[in-house]
């Protein structure tokens, strides 16, 4: 199967915050959890870019590596799914990511953060088969209708493109090379530990 | 979102499945009754599609001459139009005079007929209810608002064509004499009085104590006044504090620390609103933008319980209109929420 | 139409205009709006992270790029298990090859009979309350850090989970039972574990660990004095660092975070293999030893080989009692 990833075309992400709000929408995320937020670099300043950044569902994952539960398991489509039913709310993994991707129902009250949530690629849980304990638990599995994630399709710009690793370089290089620019697809090098050369 | 796959990602048409022909959103204007099916309006004035797919012209609103100079178009009108120059907006009387009155149902011509009462020629496409003339122009491949051009010139305004005037609160009292306001004159009903509250901002040196512009503007979560959007959880959450944009120069001098709170002061009536402190070059220095989609809180007080029972929004906050100051468009009577003078102090 | 045409003129030349305004700028290359854009790799390079603006409150959602993660994570998961494997085997080596070389350090003019009390039941209620907090934090500490590896796969992942879940929470609850525990034995013993000029003669001969000689020493010895300070000090450590990883981002960003539960994690495994000698020397290694933590009441020889100066003092204020059950009438 394909290996899916995001890329972000920074030059063309306008900062509307559509991605956030669908996924809030799609998954019924709670209050304080950002499964996806959209981060403005040099803020006001000339050459301002905003990124919207979520789980880039890694290559060797570093938050797989450090969990102590072995909560983490990375899907034959290299999405990065991790069980509720495992998780121990350690915290570990937000440290070791390098994107910020983890959340934490509670994210000061010692004793318990409660059950780690980040974005599922759209796919779900690991643990259930798709339908209503599934939902309550990791939200919609958009994957297993034949759906790509809510975020992506959702993106006004198209600034964020989701699915087949290959085919949506191919498409950032494609237009790089007709408009003549490119910031870069952002975090690629550190997920992926390999970029789109352009 | 069922049949979202159908549409062409360039023409943004539905190629099949029941949206067939549809554009994304059906656009506005979507003309006719809902029988025609109009496709919607993807982009206004297109003349290179039929008025059925989408096409336009440009509408015949101001007349059809003006100074002798013929305000309709020339040389230029829709595809497959059967009128191939301007024309102006479509009557009852029009269609007569084209002889495609004859096209209009019974039913559609009884409808224009009693609205028209003793004089039915004068019944525009604006006010037939039976929808009959826009469903004859549309056959024709014409628009019932008729083919003109487009004006640069917008004579009934009081500036036919924009001039620079300075804002009632100027930061630049120096340019008034040059720039003023428009004089002093009753709109509709209200006194406009922008020329007096100008003259006095002046004498009074206002801009000396009110050092910083303030303008006002839109966030991409809210809408309007904000109360809906800021009832939404997944909206509110993404702005959840009334602020107020200064730039790290002026933020310096006044000890203001980004994400602190800070009073803005309007230069009217001791106006105030404790909002918190975004310090970013998205301003220039000596200016400040404040979102208007807040309420709930007065001059630092929270409003909260003032609500009816559940009514009221997630999120709360200054309102911008209360430091923003007198000054109303002739035109549109909309009031001036874009230039004004604040100082800034951090609270 | 004349005036039309006039128009068009009028307006064709005012295009013109506009476009030759317009010619410097676009008669160069094409425009790059993005020619002073921000760039990851130039971001990563001075700055080893991409941080920016977010609307929301939560700050740390702003970085939305730090490498570190990876650096954190070799420390975490290769680093990390070696410096445990050499500081807990490191230290079970030492004492088994002491033992091997000194045997167990018995009292050499034997056990008295008679007994003078060396802790009083505070001090004791004290001490084996920090001990057993500590016991409970290391086990649970070094199964949050080794369980994966050594417990999961003979537990099986749901049984694991429920079971570090629950250790978790117990690491979280006993810990402030241990920090009362610090605070409690620094302000009882600080005063008797303060350096005094007699502890240079212990140092000198190392206790007479390997020499049989009994260096003379008040309450604590410098052996004792050393224990207790690396005590205090690893225990201001990992209690300050454990209060970070159970407040997280109250105190520190990402990388305080990473570098929180990095030196709690080595401290944590320096500090139980400090307590391995600890627990030696206090059981197995000295006989007598153990009754000064367990009943409270030491062999009146024990205290003169070991703490001269100390039981010299005491058995000026108290009478010895036999070692007999029956005397247990309160000590106090």
């Known amino acids: 199967m394909a290996r899916v990833k995001f890329l972000c075309d920074a030059d063309r992400c306008i900062e509307c915050n559509a991605c956030v709000t669908a996924c809030k929408n799609e998954h019924e995320v709670p209050w304080g959890i950002n499964r996806r937020r959209v981060v403005t670099i040099n803020d006001g300043k000339p050459g301002e870019r905003s990124v919207s950044m979520a789980c880039m569902h890694c290559t060797d994952a570093p938050c797989a590596a450090v969990c102590p539960v072995n909560c983490f398991q990375t899907t034959a489509d290299g999405i990065v799914l991790h069980s509720k039913e495992l998780c121990i709310g350690c915290g570990y993994c937000f440290y070791a990511c390098p994107f910020g991707a983890p959340q934490y129902p509670k994210v000061t009250n010692f004793g318990s953060r409660g059950k780690m949530d980040k974005c599922t690629y759209c796919a779900g849980g690991p643990d259930d088969k798709p339908g209503k304990a599934e939902y309550e638990r990791y939200g919609a599995n958009r994957l297993a209708e034949g759906k790509l994630p809510i975020c992506a399709e959702m993106c006004s710009t198209k600034a964020l493109l989701a699915g087949d690793g290959e085919i949506i370089a191919q498409i950032y290089k494609e237009r790089v090379l007709k408009r003549g620019y490119g910031s870069g697809a952002w975090g690629w090098q550190t997920a992926y530990r390999e970029t789109v050369a352009l | ?347 | ?332």
């Not at chain 2, 002061?265 to 400040?288: N, Q, Y």
């Not at chain 3, 450590?237 to 990473?258: R, V």
């Not at chain 3, 600890?278 to 197995?284: D, P």
Request: glycine residues 10%.
């Open chain 2, 1 to 347: 979102m069922a049949n979202q796959g159908a549409f062409d990602i360039v023409t943004l048409r539905a190629a099949d499945g029941p949206a067939k022909g549809d554009y994304y959103g059906l656009p506005w204007p979507c003309w006719g009754t809902p029988e025609i099916k109009h496709p919607g309006t993807h982009t206004l004035y297109n003349t290179n599609l039929h008025v059925k797919d989408g096409g336009g012209t440009f509408r015949a609103r101001f007349g059809v001459d003006r100074e002798g100079e013929s305000l309709l178009a020339y040389n230029s009108w829709s595809k497959g139009s059967e009128i191939t120059s301007g024309y102006p907006e479509f009557t009852y009387g029009v269609l007569k005079q084209l002889g495609w009155d004859k096209d209009l149902t019974g039913k559609e011509r009884a409808t224009i007929e009693k609205i028209g009462g003793a004089a039915p020629d004068g019944v525009g496409w604006a006010v037939d209810l039976s929808g009959g003339i826009i469903r004859v122009c549309l056959e024709h491949g014409v628009m019932a608002y008729g083919n003109a051009k487009a004006r640069a010139i917008a004579w009934n305004l009081p500036d036919p064509v924009p001039v620079h005037r300075e804002p009632i609160y100027t930061i630049r009292p120096d340019l008034v004499a040059k720039y003023p306001t428009l004089p002093d004159a009753r709109q509709f009903r209200m006194l406009n009085a922008g020329l007096t509250h100008q003259k006095s901002a002046v004498d009074r040196g206002l801009a000396k104590d009110f050092p910083i512009v303030l303008t006002s503007g839109r966030l991409v979560e809210y809408e309007g006044g904000g109360e809906e959007t800021r009832s939404n959880r997944w909206l509110a959450e993404l702005q959840q504090d009334m602020f107020v944009e200064i730039n790290p120069a002026d933020a310096a001098a006044r000890g203001v620390q980004d994400g602190g709170w800070v009073w803005v002061l309007g230069p009217e009536d001791g106006s105030k609103a404790r909002v918190k402190a975004l310090v970013t070059e998205r301003v220039g220095k000596g200016v400040a933008f404040m979102p208007f989609h807040f309420a709930g809180y007065f001059q630092g007080v929270d409003q909260r319980g003032n609500y009816p029972k559940g009514a009221d929004p997630i999120v709360l906050g200054e309102s911008v209109n209360t430091v923003t100051t007198y000054g109303y468009d002739p035109v549109t009577n909309m009031h001036e929420g874009k230039v004004t003078l604040c100082q800034i102090r951090a609270a």
């Open chain 3, 1 to 332: 139409m004349k005036t039309a045409n006039r128009i068009r003129a009028a307006f064709a030349a005012l295009a013109f205009g506009a476009a030759l305004a317009l010619t410097p700028a676009s008669a160069q290359a094409p425009v790059n709006p993005t020619a002073s854009a921000v760039k990851e790799e130039q971001l990563l390079k001075e700055l080893d992270r991409v941080t920016g603006r977010v609307s929301i409150p939560d700050r740390k959602a702003g970085v939305v790029i730090q490498p570190e993660g990876r650096e954190f994570r070799a420390l975490q998961t290769r680093a990390m298990p070696w410096v445990a494997i050499v500081a807990i085997f490191g230290m079970l080596a030492l004492i088994a090859a002491f033992y091997l070389y000194r045997g167990r350090i018995m009292i050499d003019s034997g056990k008295s009979g008679m007994t003078i009390k060396r802790f009083g039941g505070f001090d004791r209620v004290v001490h084996w309350t920090t001990a057993v907090s500590f016991l409970t934090l290391a086990a649970t500490g070094l199964n949050t850090a080794f369980g994966r590896s050594l417990l999961l796969p003979l537990m099986g992942e749901h049984a694991f989970a429920a079971w570090a879940e629950f250790a978790k929470m117990v690491h979280n609850y006993v810990a402030f039972a241990f920090m009362a525990g610090i605070v409690a034995m620094f302000v009882m013993w600080v005063k008797d574990n303060i350096f005094q000029m007699i502890d240079m003669e212990w140092i000198r001969s190392f206790g007479g660990l390997f020499s049989h000689q009994h260096p003379p020493s008040s309450r604590f010895n410098f052996g004792e004095k050393w224990m207790f300070w690396s005590i205090i000090f690893l225990g201001a450590a990992i209690s300050a660092t454990g209060l970070m990883l159970l407040f997280p981002f109250q105190w520190a960003g990402i990388q305080g975070m990473q570098w929180a539960t990095l030196i709690h994690g080595v401290v944590g495994v320096v500090f139980f293999a400090a307590i391995l000698a600890h627990i030696y020397i206090g059981t197995l290694g000295m006989e007598g030893a153990f009754d000064a933590m367990g009943s409270g009441r030491v062999d009146v020889n024990w205290a003169k080989e070991h703490h001269s100066v100390w039981a010299e003092e005491e058995l000026r204020k108290q009478t010895p009692q036999p070692a007999d059950g029956r005397l247990a009438a309160p000590a106090e």
